[in-house]
C-alpha cells in the first residue's frame, strides 16, 4: 500500500494573505510544514499542492516537490487534481497552515485502511473532545457526531448534540481537518455536485455523507496550532522559541 501526503496551499487566503510565506523561525511557514512532514517517515512521498508560482517555487529551492493546480473550491478537489497522475493507494491531506504536526495520529490515520480489509472506508478524519462553552458554540469549529463504530454521522457548525435531556452528560467533539483518502474516493468526490447541506454549511465532507460514503473517526488529545491569523503568528513563533 502506497501512502503519500499532500499539502494544499493557497497563497491568498481571505483572513491572512500570503500567510504561508510568513516567516517561522528561520524559514516560511509552507516550508516549515513540509519539512516537518517529511521528518514523520510515515510517507513514500510528500507534496505541496498549489496554484501560486511563488509557492510553488519556495517549495521547489527548498528541495520539495510541489505540483501546480488550478482554482478550486476546496481543498479536497485541489489534491484530487494533484494526485490523479500520481501512484498511490492512499492520500493523507496535511494543512499547509499547520506546522506544528504529530507523528501518533497521522499513523492513526494510516492504520484506519491498514486494517480496513474490504475497503469500506472512503475516508479517515480526527476529532477531539470540546469541553468549553464558548468552544461549543462558535461556529467556526465544525462539530461532529459519530455513531457506535465511530462513523460520521454529521457534520454541522451548530451545537450537534442538542442537550434537551439535562439529566444526561453529552459529549461534543470537533473535527479537526487532516484527512486520509482512499485515492478512488477522492477522485470520485471531485466529480461529484455539492449537494444542498454542503453548500449551507459550508462544510466539504458532508459531501461524502450526501452521497452514501463511509467516513470514519479516530479520536485525538492532540491540539495543533493553525495559523489563520497574525496572532496565531505570533503564537507559534513563541513556540519556535521555546523549542
Do not use: W
Not at 17 to 26: F, S
Not at 116 to 129: P, V
Request: glycine share 6%; charged share 30%.
Amino acid at each position: 500500500m502506497k501512502i503519500i501526503a499532500v499539502i494544499p496551499a493557497r497563497y491568498n487566503s481571505t483572513r491572512f494573505p500570503a500567510k504561508l510565506m510568513e516567516i517561522l523561525g528561520d524559514k516560511t511557514i509552507i516550508t516549515t510544514t513540509y519539512q516537518n512532514v517529511l521528518a514523520t517517515g510515515l510517507f513514500d512521498d510528500v507534496f505541496v499542492a498549489t496554484d501560486s508560482e511563488i509557492i510553488f517555487n519556495e517549495i521547489e529551492k527548498n528541495g520539495g516537490k510541489a505540483v501546480m493546480t488550478g482554482e478550486h473550491e476546496t481543498g479536497s478537489d485541489r489534491i484530487a487534481e494533484a494526485v490523479q497522475n500520481i501512484d498511490c493507494d492512499i492520500v493523507i491531506n496535511v494543512q499547509g497552515d499547520e506546522p506544528f504536526l504529530k507523528l501518533e495520529p497521522l499513523q492513526q490515520l494510516i492504520d484506519v485502511f491498514k486494517t480496513d480489509d474490504n475497503k469500506e472506508i472512503s475516508l479517515a478524519s480526527l476529532k477531539i473532545e470540546l469541553k468549553e462553552k464558548s468552544e461549543i458554540e462558535n461556529p467556526n469549529n465544525v462539530k461532529v457526531i459519530t455513531d457506535n463504530n465511530g462513523f460520521a454521522l454529521y457534520f454541522s457548525r451548530s451545537v450537534i448534540p442538542f442537550h434537551r435531556e439535562t439529566s444526561f452528560d453529552v459529549q461534543y467533539y470537533k473535527h479537526i481537518g487532516v484527512y486520509a483518502f482512499r485515492k478512488e474516493a477522492l477522485l470520485q468526490f471531485s466529480k461529484l455536485e455539492m449537494k444542498p447541506l454542503e453548500i449551507s454549511e459550508k462544510i466539504e465532507c458532508i459531501r461524502y455523507l450526501e452521497y452514501g460514503m463511509k467516513i470514519k473517526l479516530i479520536e485525538t488529545h492532540f491540539v495543533g496550532v493553525g495559523i489563520d491569523t497574525p496572532e496565531d503568528l505570533e503564537k507559534a513563533k513563541l513556540i519556535i522559541g521555546q523549542n
